[in-house]
């Protein structure tokens, strides 16, 4: 894209690598956003089957502009600040949560040389931006001045350190297998397994990171059954409570978002991300964009089927999982797959 700004344009570098990073930036995010909005509708029908229900099924076609018709009365509410809250950090913290949902995005490979910024840290990125995502919401929950936010952004704090921990343990048994914090090398890395298969999670040592990191993702995205944060039963609607308007909007599209961010990071590191299943020529044929596509929608589908069927746990069997079971495992997951890969690699 710069070259094509620079060279057949005529451009200066310099404006060409400014309009093409803008063009990439737009070429992610409208199209996130809209897809934001469709698996918002696709996550309701997937609850309302598994109940025997209909769903949406009266705004447009099968209902498929609900999505956007919830957006424009949100969009037409009016925003309320409580007169008790610390109006300025009240309205930073859902720009912050929807802000840091957007810019992981920027180092996902959709396919071979398809990335905004192909950096050789990329992994070490994802997991200092996703990180922020933690500041909004205990943002909202201090700011609001409030009980129940207040206690669902504590919750929130220490759920999502607590999970981040085990997943930071996970990945460096991905990142010593694949050689490289580098998403694209990660990728090329899990291709050809046994000769005929691509992605780590068919490897029998790396597939158990697989179940952990799915696990954590559910757990990070608070998403049943580790919905603690926003137990209606206990905290009304947690740290959104005192949020309308788009300031709520912001928060539901940066939480999903999040969601979807989880499926791809699932399907890249341990699923062989843009690539194929197997390492058939003929599978190459299909963009890599495609399978990608395809891997996230499953992986959405499990979020979902899991949120229409298990309960949502208690909040010390929440914490004894990742603390006691989790944080263990995946330390001692590390020793092994090091221990392996000397063993293969170096000899005894």
Same mark, same amino acid.
């Given at each position: 894209?710069?070259?094509?700004?620079?060279?057949?344009?005529?451009?200066?570098?310099?404006?060409?690598?400014?309009?093409?990073?803008?063009?990439?930036?737009?070429?992610?995010?409208?199209?996130?956003?809209?897809?934001?909005?469709?698996?918002?509708?696709?996550?309701?029908?997937?609850?309302?089957?598994?109940?025997?229900?209909?769903?949406?099924?009266?705004?447009?076609?099968?209902?498929?502009?609900?999505?956007?018709?919830?957006?424009?009365?949100?969009?037409?509410?009016?925003?309320?600040?409580?007169?008790?809250?610390?109006?300025?950090?009240?309205?930073?913290?859902?720009?912050?949560?929807?802000?840091?949902?957007?810019?992981?995005?920027?180092?996902?490979?959709?396919?071979?040389?398809?990335?905004? @910024?192909?950096?050789? &840290?990329?992994?070490?990125? =994802?997991?200092? #931006?996703? %990180?922020?995502?933690?500041?909004? !919401?205990?943002? *909202?929950?201090?700011?609001?001045?409030?009980?129940?936010?207040?206690?669902?952004?504590?919750?929130?704090?220490?759920?999502?350190?607590?999970?981040?921990? @085990?997943?930071?343990? &996970?990945?460096?048994?991905? =990142?010593?297998? #694949?050689? %490289?914090?580098?998403?694209?090398? !990660?990728?090329? *890395?899990?291709?050809?397994?046994?000769?005929?298969?691509?992605?780590?999670?068919?490897?029998?040592?790396?597939?158990?990171?697989?179940?952990?990191?799915?696990?954590?993702?559910?757990?990070?995205?608070?998403?049943?059954?580790?919905?603690?944060?926003?137990?209606?039963?206990?905290?009304?609607?947690?740290?959104?409570?005192?949020?309308?308007?788009?300031?709520?909007?912001?928060?539901?599209?940066?939480?999903?978002?999040?969601?979807?961010?989880?499926?791809?990071?699932?399907?890249?590191?341990?699923?062989?991300?843009?690539?194929?299943?197997?390492?058939?020529?003929?599978?190459?044929?299909?963009?890599?964009?495609?399978?990608?596509?395809?891997?996230?929608?499953?992986?959405?589908?499990?979020?979902?089927?899991?949120?229409?069927?298990?309960?949502?746990?208690?909040?010390?069997?929440?914490?004894?999982?990742?603390?006691?079971?989790?944080?263990?495992?995946?330390?001692?997951?590390?020793?092994?797959?090091?221990?392996?890969?000397?063993?293969?690699?170096?000899?005894?």
């Amino acid at each position: 894209m710069t070259d094509f700004f620079n060279h057949t344009v005529g451009l200066p570098y310099g404006w060409a690598w400014f309009l093409a990073t803008i063009v990439g930036i737009l070429a992610i995010a409208l199209p996130l956003m809209l897809s934001v909005a469709m698996i918002i509708y696709a996550d309701r029908k997937i609850w309302a089957a598994m109940a025997l229900r209909r769903g949406p099924n009266v705004v447009g076609p099968f209902g498929l502009l609900q999505s956007f018709a919830d957006g424009l009365k949100v969009f037409l509410q009016e925003t309320i600040v409580p007169s008790a809250a610390n109006r300025g950090l009240f309205l930073l913290a859902p720009i912050i949560t929807f802000t840091v949902a957007l810019i992981v995005w920027a180092v996902v490979p959709f396919q071979p040389g398809v990335v905004l @910024a192909n950096i050789n &840290v990329g992994l070490l990125y =994802v997991l200092a #931006a996703s %990180s922020l995502g933690v500041y909004g !919401i205990i943002l *909202a929950g201090w700011s609001s001045n409030s009980k129940y936010p207040f206690f669902s952004a504590i919750r929130a704090a220490a759920q999502m350190v607590s999970y981040e921990v @085990a997943i930071g343990f &996970v990945l460096i048994s991905v =990142v010593m297998w #694949a050689g %490289s914090f580098n998403l694209t090398t !990660i990728v090329e *890395a899990q291709k050809g397994l046994y000769g005929f298969i691509n992605g780590f999670g068919f490897n029998p040592l790396l597939f158990p990171m697989s179940v952990v990191f799915l696990i954590s993702s559910l757990a990070e995205t608070q998403r049943a059954p580790f919905d603690l944060t926003e137990a209606e039963s206990e905290l009304v609607a947690g740290y959104q409570t005192e949020y309308s308007s788009m300031a709520f909007a912001l928060y539901w599209l940066g939480e999903y978002a999040n969601v979807l961010l989880m499926c791809t990071l699932n399907a890249t590191l341990f699923w062989g991300g843009y690539l194929p299943p197997f390492d058939w020529a003929p599978l190459y044929m299909v963009p890599g964009i495609i399978w990608l596509f395809a891997k996230i929608l499953f992986f959405f589908f499990v979020f979902s089927w899991i949120k229409a069927t298990v309960p949502r746990y208690r909040y010390d069997q929440l914490m004894r999982l990742g603390w006691k079971v989790f944080l263990p495992l995946s330390l001692f997951w590390v020793f092994l797959v090091s221990g392996v890969l000397m063993f293969m690699r170096v000899g005894v």
